[in-house]
């Protein structure tokens, strides 16, 4: 089967950094997205790694290990607006298209 | 700015009539998306196009079914609306570039189905 976890809910503190951790295993991987999603609203695309390693978007970096089914999203300098939920989710699939989506992390940015 | 669009943005119906949810996006992008979540849920794909006369299921099964006739529009389709139904649809079109791809979000429709 698949399956994607991730931490439910994180707290920090506006101007810090912070570690959102996904850990997956499914039956093949192509590639991992991370999504932002604020209540309510659409998602809204960060990422999508296919290759192991950082990739440094702005504020926002995307990680990946293959070999760990592992990836982390890590976001500098929090600002406020920044509270939303983060969705991680894994295309997998040989030969037809099957996206897994975990539960998402909520993250609140405090004062 | 993503150019994905879907109407309509909320709809209230009746258990029994056929419904149908629109999308389209003006950027030429070949794969499409429809998404299923419910209020603190998680998404769920229910349908993609590669392309033009392409669709497939997702790995929610869904009552619904899709067409993409034309690159920019896939509508999807609901026969009989019943009230387990009710749910937030989600479409996305995505633009691949060296296996990358990046996906873009239409604003939803909340479906209500009394």
């Known amino acids: 089967g698949q399956n994607i976890d991730q931490p439910t809910e994180m707290t920090a503190t506006e101007g810090a950094i912070v570690q959102i951790n996904c850990t997956y295993q499914?039956?093949?991987?192509?590639?991992l997205f991370w999504y932002q999603q604020h209540a309510g609203e659409a998602p809204t695309f960060l990422s999508y790694?296919?290759?192991?390693g950082l990739e440094e978007k702005g504020r926002f970096s995307s990680f990946l290990s293959r070999s760990k089914g592992y990836s982390y999203l890590l976001l500098k300098e929090l600002q406020m607006k920044d509270s939303a939920s983060y969705l991680c989710?894994?295309?997998?699939?040989?030969?037809?298209?099957?996206?897994?989506f975990g539960k998402g992390t909520k993250l609140s940015v405090i004062p | 700015e993503a150019d994905i669009y879907q109407t309509p943005r909320y709809l209230v119906i009746g258990t029994g009539k056929k419904i149908t949810l629109e999308c389209s996006q003006t950027?030429?992008?070949?794969?499409m998306y429809w998404y299923q979540q419910d209020p603190g849920m998680e998404l769920h794909l229910i349908h993609y196009s590669y392309g033009v006369n392409s669709t497939e299921k997702g790995d929610l099964s869904s009552e619904s079914t899709v067409s993409r006739i034309r690159t920019e529009h896939f509508p999807l389709t609901l026969e009989s609306a019943r009230p387990s139904h009710t749910s937030q649809y989600l479409c996305?079109?995505?633009?691949?570039?060296?296996?990358?791809?990046?996906?873009?979000f239409g604003p939803g429709t909340r479906l209500l189905v009394l």
């Open positions: 996305a079109s995505g633009r691949v570039r060296k296996r990358k791809e990046t996906q873009y």
């Open positions: 989710a894994v295309y997998s699939g040989a030969g037809s298209y099957q996206l897994t």
């Open positions: 499914t039956s093949g991987f192509n590639g």
């Open positions: 950027m030429g992008h070949d794969k």
């Open positions: 790694n296919v290759l192991d």
